[in-house]
């Protein structure tokens, strides 16, 4: 028994390895078709897109820094620190899923930029999904008591929300220190107003059925 856990452990860590470096891969198979863009183009009109994947690129490398530091992140104060700053960047991995609304033409094949902006949002969701996965592994093994989809399903819809917040208030993650009297006062409105901001919660609810739904076919490949 105790063979067949560590030949479990060395296949679960190759599987790890092979689906970071295929996102790495996949990354920069974006990164090229930018370049492509400007170079064609002649403008800069897509280049936000490495900026945004940057951002959802944030959480997987505070849940990757937790996973590699248990020492410094064994302090309670560290680690929900952590945790507070990761769900305030988490919804940048699917925020990149709204850039698609810009689809148009513009110097390139309005086919070419369907790949560019896809590949990035693409890029944008794995990277939050494995970080969402990592997180709930860190969050089980510190609440044992908890079951995973009640850290989950909240997060996912936390996610819609947030996405909302930076798609159509135009707001983003460094508000909440720049200007969170403003942020606050908004989503207070949003809450204590429901009716008034339907399209606010239909829009929440969707995402986050949406990215609940897509989340086990992550976790079953990822296992």
């Not at 510190?142 to 936390?158: D, E, I, Q, Y």
Request: charged fraction near 15%; glycine fraction near 6%.
């Amino acid at each position: 028994m105790r063979l067949k856990g560590i030949f479990r452990l060395i296949r679960q860590r190759i599987t790890k390895n092979q689906q970071t470096y295929t996102l790495y891969f996949s990354i920069l198979f974006s990164l090229a078709l930018l370049c492509y863009r400007v170079y064609h183009s002649g403008t800069y009109l897509r280049v936000s897109l490495v900026w945004n994947l940057f951002l959802a690129y944030v959480p997987f490398a505070i849940t990757r820094w937790m996973e590699k530091h248990p020492a410094e992140t064994g302090n309670r104060l560290t680690w929900y620190s952590c945790f507070v700053a990761w769900l305030l960047f988490i919804p940048n991995a699917p925020y990149i899923l709204t850039d698609l609304f810009h689809l148009f033409d513009g110097g390139v094949p309005l086919w070419f930029d369907l790949f560019l902006i896809f590949s990035f949002a693409w890029n944008g969701m794995i990277l939050g999904y494995m970080s969402i996965r990592s997180m709930e592994h860190l969050w089980r093994a510190r609440h044992t008591r908890w079951p995973a989809w009640l850290f989950t399903f909240p997060v996912m819809f936390l996610c819609g929300m947030g996405v909302y917040i930076g798609r159509y208030l135009r707001y983003n993650s460094w508000d909440v220190v720049k200007d969170p009297l403003t942020l606050l006062g908004d989503m207070r409105d949003i809450v204590l107003h429901p009716v008034e901001n339907r399209s606010a919660w239909a829009f929440t609810v969707c995402m986050g059925i949406f990215l609940s739904l897509m989340y086990p076919l992550f976790r079953k490949q990822s296992t």
